[in-house]
């Protein structure tokens, strides 16, 4: 079965992460030792995780499979220490550290969650045929997943289902916390669907405005998910993106080969005709999707499954195909400016955090897309092996 990938963030508790440590004391966990066993395989990491995470953000960082952080209907197994160590390593430098360059530390000390928790396996949903990347409780705690099969090559990957996941979550405690303007829920009325945006594919939901299917889903995903993709995607990856906002897609649905009931039918934005003499022959290619393994990334499928990640490779593509055959981009029939409604998305993020919170979207996303260049895991490494 396949698994479209999702993110549930569960905010209806209070906001407990708007409290500073300063308000709550030395720390929010006072029954657990401040000092780990010095005997133990994992004390380096337990010591590096208090200096770095509890005494400096009041946070508790769980990577050890306790049955009450995890929802016994899932059928879950810890996270490997490695993984859990090169993790930790990369939440610091990629989150944490780029909002403390541009904002400060007191920024995500003050608003950032107090539980950091994380799961070795996938967390499947069978009945609905998704798989949930993090969770978001009340703004106290985040849960990501999928921890064992992390690719440190692969940073797509990593922000796939790691860091992008972050990023969403945060947004999600952040807007608790200051509401984003009601303009934004506008741009989108009417076209949000909870029920199956899990089938939809992004080049068709890009056309009608939103970042990713997820984002269709509902408003405050949709505001999270423009946060965080804006964030995390490179600018080759948006460039893309905002490409297949400006197409026309179709199910394919006069054609007779095409079962409208399949959930993975595939929209098309070029099409060409099998017999130019025949208007019935006609036969739709180009499509988009995201992979979910290998290579993490946004593409456009070509006809003979050729994956195309940018701009530039669409277009040498399609003017390649134009020497052998006539094609013709699908007519954009939806009335919804896609294009321009991701760009009035990313606006209004953009002066909520000027506005709210005093600090530059743009600066902050420079700063993200800088450290996931330059990440040196094993000089990160180098900083839990020094501790004596």
Not at 100 to 106: I, N, P, S, V, Y
Not at 113 to 118: D, E, F, G, T
Not at 277 to 290: M, N, P, T
Request: proline letters at 4%.
């Amino acid at each position: 079965m396949k698994f479209p990938k999702y993110i549930i963030a569960a905010l209806a508790a209070p906001l407990l992460a708007a409290c500073s440590s300063d308000d709550l004391g030395p720390s929010i966990f006072p029954d657990v030792s401040d000092e780990p066993d010095p005997n133990s395989f994992t004390y380096k990491f337990d010591k590096w995780l208090n200096v770095n995470f509890r005494d400096i953000y009041n946070v508790d960082f769980k990577y050890l499979m306790e049955d009450v952080e995890a929802d016994m209907e899932y059928n879950l197994v810890p996270a490997t220490y490695e993984n859990a160590r090169d993790l930790a390593l990369l939440t610091k430098y990629l989150w944490y550290d780029s909002y403390k360059e541009l904002a400060g530390e007191d920024f995500i000390k003050s608003y950032g969650p107090r539980i950091l928790h994380l799961v070795g396996s996938p967390a499947y949903n069978p009945n609905s045929g998704t798989e949930t990347l993090g969770l978001a409780e009340g703004g106290l705690k985040v849960t990501l997943f999928k921890v064992n099969e992390m690719d440190l090559e692969d940073i797509n990957m990593l922000n796939e289902y790691y860091f992008r996941t972050m990023h969403h979550e945060f947004g999600h405690i952040l807007h608790q916390t200051k509401s984003y303007p009601t303009d934004f829920n506008l741009l989108s009325t009417g076209r949000y669907d909870d029920s199956s945006w899990q089938s939809k594919q992004p080049g068709y939901v890009a056309s009608l405005g939103f970042i990713t299917p997820y984002a269709s889903s509902q408003a405050r995903e949709d505001f999270a998910e423009t946060i965080a993709n804006y964030l995390t995607r490179t600018p080759e990856q948006m460039e893309l993106i905002l490409w297949m906002s400006k197409q026309g897609w179709t199910n394919g649905s006069d054609n007779e080969d095409v079962d409208l009931d399949d959930e993975d039918t595939n929209y098309f934005c070029y099409y060409f005709y099998d017999d130019p003499s025949d208007l019935d022959s006609k036969h739709y290619f180009f499509y988009s999707e995201e992979k979910t393994f290998g290579n993490c990334q946004m593409g456009m499928v070509g006809l003979n499954g050729e994956y195309l990640t940018s701009v530039e490779e669409v277009e040498a593509y399609l003017e390649k195909l134009r020497e052998t055959r006539e094609i013709f981009p699908v007519e954009d029939k939806d009335k919804v400016n896609g294009y321009e409604v991701i760009m009035q998305k990313q606006s209004i993020a953009r002066n909520w955090f000027t506005d709210q919170w005093k600090i530059s979207f743009d600066d902050l996303r420079n700063i993200v897309q800088r450290r996931q260049k330059d990440f040196d895991i094993i000089a990160l490494r180098n900083e839990v092996n020094s501790i004596q």
